[in-house]
């Protein structure tokens, strides 16, 4: 099985600046493009920022400037840097990663638990 496992949610006052972190471990031959969302409660998930095997990222644009993706292949993690951080970034934030776990099966899409970050003075 895979698990994906986030970190470094918490509470930044406006201004302030947060590293999340997502491991993916368990039966993985390939991990493919990696991601963040949010989801505001009573909201739709919505995309942050993702990240290809070759470091092309795509960001939303609210989050351009401010957030950087990052990932490293050999340890299966993806981080994301957040700057300059505003109220309206207060969200939960999940970690997504599309997964190859066997070579007869085509990769399936894979999510963290969530870590919740809060953006208030």
């Known amino acids: 099985q895979v698990q994906l496992v986030e970190s470094g949610g918490g509470l930044v006052q406006p201004g302030g600046s947060l590293n999340l972190s997502c491991v993916a471990s368990?039966?993985?031959?390939?991990?493919?493009?990696m991601g963040w969302y949010r989801q505001v409660p009573g909201e739709q998930r919505e995309l942050v920022a993702t990240i290809t095997r070759t470091n092309i990222r795509n960001y939303e644009e609210a989050v351009k400037g401010r957030f950087t993706i990052s990932r490293d292949n050999v340890k299966n993690t993806v981080a994301l840097q957040m700057d300059s951080l505003k109220p309206e970034d207060t969200a939960i934030y999940y970690c997504?990663?599309?997964?190859?776990?066997?070579?007869?099966?085509?990769?399936?899409?894979?999510w963290g638990q969530g870590t919740q970050v809060t953006v208030s003075s």
């Open positions: 997504k990663a599309t997964i190859d776990t066997n070579p007869f099966v085509r990769p399936k899409d894979y």
């Open positions: 368990g039966s993985i031959r390939v991990v493919h493009i």
